[in-house]
């Protein structure tokens, strides 16, 4: 277990004649808990509903998470990203049962989840731009909170995002082939494959980022793919795709005094200090740009030093 503080949000300035918004997302104490759960804060006063007989407004926020102590990891989920474990921002009027729940992303809200309550409901015409402000709100507290567990030291913090946008021809290098359940290989556009072939999707082994701390140890992955050169061309451009632009220098660059060469890959990694296999189905591989160098040693770890955001593989060679 450990402990962390999300600091006080921005304060939201917002009054119409049914609703004024004064207040603001506090500082919140968390304590980590080993295992997946759900974290709730204590309410705290946003403003007044003026439209239901001017009762204070009140709200709490709440998201899932899911903590290894043992591998020091946690799992949450990033602003963009709708699931259960989305961080929400859950208001209600003083002393009336109806919520209303806002996510940092829409999941497709029903008309009976906006329309159903009678008295506090701020998704209609008498409270124009409350809904955005309430977004806003819960999308600050969610960056604070994935910030404050970057903070915190000896600690990987796998963050669960949206694929990003990949060319058809990107994404199909990506997506696994395989016959009678057996993993073969990442999909090659020049091979022909057999009608018993199944090729599987890039969303089901995508789980999002990952962060390590400045000096976290990682290693290889062995036996990661049947052709280094062209799943390590692939799987950088995903890593570029993913934060903005290709490398130009190894992750672990001459760390303990190894030689780093100048060609880079997308290595796929674990974390600790001796590389080894990894079963399939794992959701703790991790890829970041290594050189061709600590891409064919097995027999070094490397750190995390010039780049500490890597991507984070879910289902491993599923």
Request: glycine letters at 10%; aromatic letters at 12%; one cysteine or more.
């Amino acid at each position: 277990m450990f402990s962390l503080t999300i600091p006080a949000g921005s304060k939201f300035s917002y009054s119409v004649p049914t609703l004024e918004i004064t207040g603001y997302i506090p500082e919140i104490q968390i304590d980590i808990q080993d295992g997946t759960h759900v974290f709730t804060s204590n309410s705290f006063e946003l403003g007044t509903v003026i439209s239901a007989e001017g009762r204070r407004l009140m709200g709490r926020i709440a998201f899932g998470y899911s903590y290894d102590s043992a591998r020091r990891t946690i799992t949450v989920a990033g602003t963009e990203f709708s699931s259960k474990d989305t961080m929400v921002l859950v208001t209600q009027a003083d002393g009336i049962d109806e919520l209303c729940v806002e996510r940092t992303v829409s999941h497709g809200l029903t008309l009976e989840e906006v329309h159903r309550n009678r008295f506090w409901n701020y998704r209609t015409q008498l409270m124009p731009g409350a809904e955005k402000v309430f977004n806003m709100m819960v999308r600050d507290a969610n960056e604070a909170l994935i910030d404050s567990l970057k903070q915190q030291k000896h600690l990987i913090v796998q963050i669960r995002t949206p694929l990003p946008t990949l060319s058809a021809e990107h994404y199909l290098s990506l997506c696994t082939v395989h016959r009678n359940g057996q993993f073969l290989g990442m999909y090659d556009k020049n091979k022909e494959y057999d009608s018993d072939i199944t090729i599987g999707n890039v969303e089901s082994t995508w789980g999002g980022t990952v962060h390590m701390n400045f000096g976290e140890n990682f290693a290889n992955v062995i036996g990661s793919t049947g052709d280094p050169h062209i799943a390590g061309k692939s799987w950088i451009r995903l890593w570029a795709d993913q934060f903005g632009g290709y490398p130009t220098v190894c992750t672990s660059y001459n760390y303990l005094g190894f030689v780093c060469g100048n060609t880079f890959v997308g290595g796929h990694v674990i974390s600790g200090q001796a590389a080894h296999t990894v079963a399939t189905g794992s959701n703790t591989v991790y890829i970041y740009p290594i050189c061709h160098a600590h891409n064919n040693n097995d027999n070094v770890y490397m750190a995390a030093l010039q780049y500490l955001n890597g991507v984070w593989l879910n289902n491993y060679q599923q």
